[in-house]
C-alpha cells in the first residue's frame, strides 16, 4: 500500500488531513476497539465522503489491514505507523510523525471519553501528546536517527496501550 496513493486520494477528496493522520485516526480507534466500525473512520476523514469505489477500496484496504496487524492474536509484531518512505525529506516524515500522534490521540478520544488510562497508557498518551508539538524543520543523521526512535517507540507503546485498554474494558465488562 503506497503512501503517496493514500495522500493522493485523501488531497483529491479535500480530507482535512493528510495520510498519516488518517492512519494515526485509525489506529488509536482500533486500539479501544479492535471490531470498531470502518465507516466511522471514514466519517471523521471526509465531511462529505464522495470516494468512487476504487478509491473507497483502497482507503478500506488500509483500515482492514490495520485491524489486522493489530489484532492480538497476531502472532508477529508486524505494525508499523503508515507514513511516507524512508527516502523522503526528514522534515517530511517528521512532520507525519507528527500529525500520525495527533491523529492516534484523536482516534484514541473518539473511542474512549474517560482520561481514566490502565497502566503505563497514560504516561504513553503524555508522550504522544508532546509529539504532537515535535519540531519538524530538521535534518542530519542525528534528526534522522531521533526520528526513528521516536517511530520505534510509537509502534512498541501502540501495542502496549491497545494492550492495556482492551484489558481494562474486558475488565468493566465483567463486572
Not at 465507516?39 to 488500509?62: P, T, V
Not at 471519553?113 to 524543520?137: A, C, N, Q, Y
Not at 496501550?161 to 465483567?174: A, F, G, I, K, P
Request: proline share 2%; aromatic share 8%.
Amino acid at each position: 500500500m503506497s503512501y503517496d496513493l493514500v495522500s493522493n486520494i485523501l488531497l483529491q477528496q479535500n480530507a482535512d488531513m493528510g495520510a498519516a493522520e488518517a492512519h494515526g485516526i485509525a489506529t488509536g480507534m482500533l486500539c479501544v476497539d479492535n471490531r470498531s466500525d470502518a465507516a466511522n473512520w471514514l466519517a471523521e476523514i471526509f465531511s462529505d465522503e464522495q470516494l468512487d469505489y476504487e478509491e473507497k477500496s483502497i482507503l478500506l484496504n488500509l483500515y482492514e489491514q490495520t485491524q489486522k496487524l493489530l489484532n492480538p492474536e497476531e502472532e508477529e509484531f508486524t505494525f508499523d505507523l503508515f507514513l511516507p518512505d524512508d527516502d523522503e525529506d526528514l522534515s517530511e516524515r517528521a512532520e507525519a510523525i507528527r500529525q500520525w500522534c495527533q491523529g492516534f490521540l484523536f482516534g484514541i478520544g473518539y473511542q474512549k471519553t474517560s482520561s481514566d488510562w490502565p497502566g503505563e497508557s497514560g504516561e504513553i498518551m503524555r508522550d504522544i501528546v508532546e509529539f504532537t508539538k515535535l519540531e519538524t524543520d530538521v535534518s542530519g543523521d542525528e534528526d534522522e536517527q531521533a526520528l526513528m526512535e521516536i517511530q520505534e517507540y510509537l509502534r512498541a507503546a501502540v501495542l502496549l496501550v491497545r494492550d492495556q485498554l482492551q484489558e481494562h474494558n474486558d475488565t468493566e465488562q465483567s463486572h
